[in-house]
């Protein structure tokens, strides 16, 4: 950026009140002057690709590390301009001032939306179309009230799975494909609260149109990496069996996802309803929402719910066979727990909470969470003008020694405040899920679907690790395990 332009932009954020008058304008640098990498040239892209291939995650904490809690990166070609923070400070201070919650897209998956004369969802889309749609998905997704009564359906299915770990485990009790069957889970929960109904991915005669779906969703996910970074019509040019792979993937997730709605909308069309009676979440969207957007957020939802919740489990899972200790604490806070109609009771469950929060510093599924500046905005003495991409990076933040006191150490205990010399951790070190109203739509129900997985494999298994060998992490947008992770089930007495 120029002299000019920035003294321009510096002479504008004044008049519109953005810069507090105490900042000096003579103190305030120019966005350039942040340091940062050498800007990668267009030639080189693929080179970086296949260099970090299952380690952006990692390569933000590298960033960080060599040049300080606010960095930029450039792909001059692509006008690519992007600025990572790692300073909670700044993050909350660029947070709550946010009014707009502008997410910067990914856009491949709005060219495929576009192309194949599909709706945006809320995963997709900005502005008061978002802000429209968010109000009505809010509802039924967040609302503790409406969460509480998909507690029984989640119980259910995991039960489903744990009889399934009791049939397929080998003799030395070891369920083989730990990923593969929690997809399934996670699948199967999402759909039974989306649809009200079994999908039928747990049981051992599986609908095909479920593996169809996590292949997809994983397909999608992997072909993004590839094609994100370049504008829709140079990768539909340069990479073109990517690109076929990603448009089939999204085909397969809509159709997918359109045919079980449909299936829903028939089963209501044909219901009486007396006023005020509590409805599903597809009726609730349509009464609200034109149909081409309940299909497009039911999808998205679908398919948002699936790799998230399996890979943040399969961690969940890997800790507590790893320490036997934690494990017994878990169990202990269960058997405390247990209701009179044999359910746990989760509000009280400290321990359980604080284990799969220290489970999401270490192992958070989202890769960034970013932010489209909507004014021009001082951070950390820089002016960043408005337009320009900011984000956070959840795995960078976790690994931080200065945030979290042994930071490589998986310690539950660091999350439960009533302990004796615990250390305060900075609100804004820690959001897995983002914050504020662009937060996980989702949210609620992964956490109650954890939870729930924990306490009901914990009431039946004792886990065990099956070898000692580290289980490292891979990012393709999400962070999920780089090995498989194999654990013992032992039934317990
Ligand atoms: C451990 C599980 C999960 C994690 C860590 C996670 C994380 C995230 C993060 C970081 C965001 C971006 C938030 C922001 O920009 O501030 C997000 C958005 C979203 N998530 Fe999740 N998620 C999880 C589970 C789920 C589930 C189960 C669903 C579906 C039921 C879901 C659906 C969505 C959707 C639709 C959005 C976009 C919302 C919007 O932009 O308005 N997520 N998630």
Redesign the pocket.
């Known amino acids: 950026m120029s002299l000019r332009s920035c003294r321009y932009l510096l002479a504008r954020s004044f008049f519109d009140g953005r810069i507090r008058p105490q900042s000096s304008l003579a103190a305030i640098k120019s966005c350039d002057e942040i340091p940062g990498p050498k800007p990668i040239p267009i030639y080189k892209i693929f080179e970086d690709l296949k260099k970090n291939a299952g380690r952006t995650h990692k390569m933000y904490v590298d960033l960080h590390k060599e040049f300080g809690p606010l960095v930029q990166m450039k792909i001059p070609m692509i006008s690519m301009h992007i600025f990572f923070i790692s300073d909670p400070d700044l993050i909350e201070e660029l947070l709550r001032q946010d009014v707009t919650h502008v997410?910067p897209p990914i856009r491949i998956w709005n060219d495929y939306r576009v192309r194949a004369n599909q709706a945006f969802?809320?995963?997709t889309t900005d502005g008061e179309e978002?802000a429209r749609m968010?109000k009505i998905v809010d509802k039924p997704?967040l609302k503790p009230k409406a969460v509480d009564n998909y507690a029984k359906d989640i119980h259910i299915v995991v039960e489903d799975l744990l009889d399934r770990f009791e049939r397929i485990r080998g003799p030395d009790m070891i369920v083989e494909n730990l990923s593969s069957e929690l997809f399934n889970w996670a699948l199967e929960s999402?759909g039974s609260i989306l649809y009200e109904k079994r999908l039928g991915s747990l049981s051992d005669v599986k609908n095909p149109e479920n593996d169809k779906f996590i292949e997809a969703v994983r397909s999608m996910f992997a072909t993004t990496v590839y094609l994100f970074s370049l504008p829709p019509l140079l990768s539909r040019f340069i990479m073109r069996s990517k690109w076929k792979e990603h448009e089939e993937a999204w085909n397969t997730i809509f159709r997918v996802a359109e045919e079980c709605t449909s299936a829903k909308l028939e089963v209501i069309k044909n219901v009486n309803r007396n006023e005020g009676e509590e409805v599903g979440i597809i009726e609730y969207f349509a009464e609200r929402m034109p149909l081409k957007e309940v299909y497009s957020n039911i999808t998205?939802?679908m398919a948002?719910?699936v790799d998230?919740?399996s890979n943040?489990s399969q961690f969940v899972l890997y800790e507590i066979a790893k320490n036997q200790n934690y494990q017994d604490n878990l169990y202990r806070e269960v058997q405390e727990n247990i209701k009179e109609n044999g359910l746990v009771d989760l509000k009280n469950m400290k321990y359980l909470k604080a284990f799969i929060k220290e489970t999401?510093r270490l192992y958070?599924?989202?890769n960034s969470?970013g932010r489209v500046l909507q004014n021009d905005t001082v951070l950390n003495g820089y002016l960043l003008p408005k337009g320009k991409m900011i984000a956070y990076s959840?795995y960078a933040l976790g690994r931080k020694e200065s945030l979290f006191k042994d930071a490589g150490v998986f310690k539950p205990e660091r999350w439960l405040r009533d302990q004796p010399g615990q250390d305060k951790v900075h609100p804004f070190a820690h959001l897995?899920?983002?914050?504020?109203p662009?937060?996980?739509?989702?949210?609620r129900?992964?956490e109650m679907e954890?939870q729930i997985l924990v306490c009901q494999m914990l009431r039946r298994f004792r886990l065990e690790l099956v070898d000692d060998k580290p289980i490292d992490t891979w990012c393709d947008i999400i962070i999920s395990p780089a090995q498989p992770i194999r654990l013992r089930y032992i039934v317990r007495k």
Do not use: D, K, Y
Not at 438 to 443: N, P
């Open positions: 997410r969802g809320t995963l978002w968010r997704m999402i998205e939802l948002g719910g998230t919740t943040s999401l958070p599924v989202a969470v959840p897995p899920f983002g914050f504020g662009r937060m996980c739509v989702g949210r129900v992964a954890m």
